[in-house]
């Protein structure tokens, strides 16, 4: 198929409104009519100017500055972490950052995946899912970030399942994101909770097993990754096994 006007194309891209944005984001079937022109489909594949879209804002807006999302910019991790800093929010006490600095992965902490590796062991391959999710092709970054985003409003609407199936295909172009990996997981031990407590339809020890694994998969693919721990937190048998997987998410951000 030949390509469209050259004008007209670069016109309707570089100045959509917020209804060409809404309708974008929300309907496929506009991405496969852009794709009738190979000019419009590279424009479209070029993650400097999708960096700088519309789109791209419409959507990081609606992620809370308070949810880590390995698809920010440097600039806007920056944006974030002063956000956060305005708010006041209550300092972590000094002693529990003392603990919290001491802590290592202890031998008594259960459920920690085979072989995981040590707080003085070298992972300096951790935490990579910033690195390769940021050299993913634009249109691939948006359908994560469109994901997450809905997945994460699901949640906070307690629509389990409907955040599930988001986050779910969100992890699948990203399965090394220990944030996605732990997000989902919060949305299983949601559905895991309401099934408990008579509030949903469901086998509630598939959850809770479902649940398990996704904070292990998380940990598996950065062993850094305090939301992990903070999760393994839940499936801990003794108070000690307890604390010793906060304090270790807390040295790991504090």
Known sequence: MHDEDPGVTGSLLLNPSINDIQNFLC???AYVFMCCSRQAKGLLQDVSLYELSARRLALVVQIPSYVAFHLRTSFEVEQQTSSLCQ???PLVPARILHQAAEAETPCDILHL???LPLATDDVSAANSAGAVGLNLPAMIQAKVTYL???GLRA???KHWMASKDFLEQALASLPDDDI???RLADTCFGKF?????GNDDGIAQDWEMKTLGLYQQALRANPKSSYAYNGLALFQ???SGKVKCLLRAVSLDP
């Open 27 to 29: 309907f496929p079937s």
């Open 193 to 197: 909770q309401a099934i408990k407590h």
């Open 113 to 115: 995946p085979l072989n």
């Open 87 to 89: 708010r006041n929010l």
């Open 148 to 150: 997450f985003v809905h």
């Open 155 to 157: 949640y906070e609407e």
């Open 237 to 239: 048998e003794t108070p």
């Open 180 to 182: 996605i990996a732990s």
